[in-house]
Structure formats: structure tokens, C-alpha cells
């Protein structure tokens, strides 16, 4: 384990651990059990190479979240981040499980000077929406069909944008 912190409302440890390749079936299991998709092997290869970018959450040493990322080049060089996956076990869902993941991601985008974060959300996930609304994610685009065999196929792109800092001299 890397990071601990106590939180929650009963004096509950949440920790953060790296996505590597000896606990990435956690990952995996996960995934099937909170997101109506399957994922690939390149999802996997994206999470394992995002380096401090993809955690899985512990609470009081059950994994029981997971955040996923991948670095992005944009036009012009410049670092995005796309979280490709958030999700928190519907009995762990309101003990800050989600937030210190997001924190954790948005640190680490503030402190590399990465420009912007984004994901996208199934349009009737309206508590994802409002989840990602609290730490200043903004739709910044409707996606129709984007989903293949789930309902409704459409999303929304979330968006988050740092302020760039000029490099020091």
C-alpha cells in the first residue's frame, strides 16, 4: 500500500495502491462487476503504463474501487489525461472512496501541468454527472451512438481545464 489517510465516517482507512501486474485482476474483477462494458487488452496495457495515473482503492483492506487513466498527447504536445474508467462498489458508494481517487488524479494533473482531464459519462448517469460537477467538470460535448449494445448509446463529454502556468526560467 502507498498512501493511506483515515476518513470516511466510522474511522475507516482508505488507501490508494498502484495498477501493476500483480494485482491488475483486481482491476479486472472490478470492471465487471461496476461497468456494463467489457474491456480490452489495450484498456489494461493504458491503465498499466499510466503509471501513478491508475489506483485501486482499499477500504480497510478490501479493494473495492478503481480509477484508470491514459496519458494523452494533444495538439501542439501537450499532456491530457483520459480517465477511462472511475468506479466505487455500490455498498462503498458515499465513504469518499471516489473523491480521494478523483483528488488523487487532479493532484497529479495540477502538479505535472497537464491542461485538461476528461471522460465521458452515459447521458442518464445523472450521479456521475453530479459527482464530476463538484470538482469542476463541465460537458463540453454530446456524443451520439457512442456506446456499442448499452442504452442509452449516447454521452457526454466531461471536462476539466487547469490553468497552464508559464515555465520557469
Known amino acids: 500500500m502507498v498512501e493511506g489517510v483515515e476518513g470516511g465516517k466510522r474511522g475507516v482507512t482508505i488507501?490508494?495502491?498502484?495498477?501493476?501486474?500483480?494485482n491488475v485482476m483486481q482491476l479486472k474483477k472490478l470492471n465487471v462487476a461496476l461497468f456494463p462494458v467489457r474491456y480490452n487488452d489495450k484498456y489494461y496495457a493504458d491503465a498499466l503504463s499510466s503509471g501513478d495515473f491508475s489506483k485501486l482503492a482499499y477500504f480497510n483492506d478490501i479493494c473495492v474501487g478503481a480509477i484508470a487513466c491514459r496519458l494523452e498527447k494533444k495538439e501542439g504536445g501537450l499532456l491530457c489525461v483520459y480517465i477511462m474508467t472511475l468506479g466505487v462498489l455500490?455498498?462503498?458508494?458515499?465513504?469518499?472512496v471516489g473523491t480521494k481517487l478523483l483528488n488523487h488524479v487532479l493532484y497529479l494533473c495540477q502538479r505535472q501541468h497537464i491542461g485538461e482531464i476528461y471522460l465521458h459519462v452515459q447521458t442518464n448517469n445523472e450521479d456521475?454527472?453530479?459527482?464530476?460537477?463538484k470538482f469542476g467538470f463541465e460537458i463540453t460535448e454530446t456524443i451520439e451512438n457512442y456506446y456499442v449494445n448499452i442504452t442509452p448509446a449516447d454521452c457526454y463529454v466531461l471536462s476539466k481545464f487547469f490553468e497552464q502556468s508559464p515555465p520557469k526560467k
Open 128 to 133: 456521475a454527472i453530479k459527482f464530476y460537477r
Open 15 to 22: 488507501t490508494l495502491d498502484g495498477v501493476r501486474d500483480k
Open 90 to 96: 455500490a455498498p462503498y458508494r458515499g465513504e469518499g
